[in-house]
């Protein structure tokens, strides 16, 4: 899966979609996609992370909490 880190606009190719999704992990593995050669795995802080059309990760894959906060 595609993402765009938000502070370079860079794309990345997301090696970890466990990670990705986990709400309890704050960072995932990615390869940046900028560039003719692969990048090496590199890790990533989620919040800089977004899809490409720059809409943020869902809060069910960022906040663990994030049922408790929305009853």
């Known amino acids: 899966m595609f993402l765009k880190e938000s502070r370079t606009g860079d794309l990345v ?15 995932v593995t990615v390869q940046y ?3 003719e050669d692969l990048a090496d795995p590199v890790s990533v802080d989620k919040q800089y992370l977004a899809f490409p059309s720059g809409e943020s990760l869902p ?4 906040n663990g909490y994030y049922r408790k906060c929305h009853r």
Request: net charge negative; proline share 5%; aromatic share 10%.
């Open 33 to 35: 996609q900028s560039g």
């Open 59 to 62: 809060e069910c894959w960022v």
């Open 13 to 27: 190719d997301v090696i970890d979609m466990a990670s990705l999704i986990n709400p309890f992990s704050n960072e």
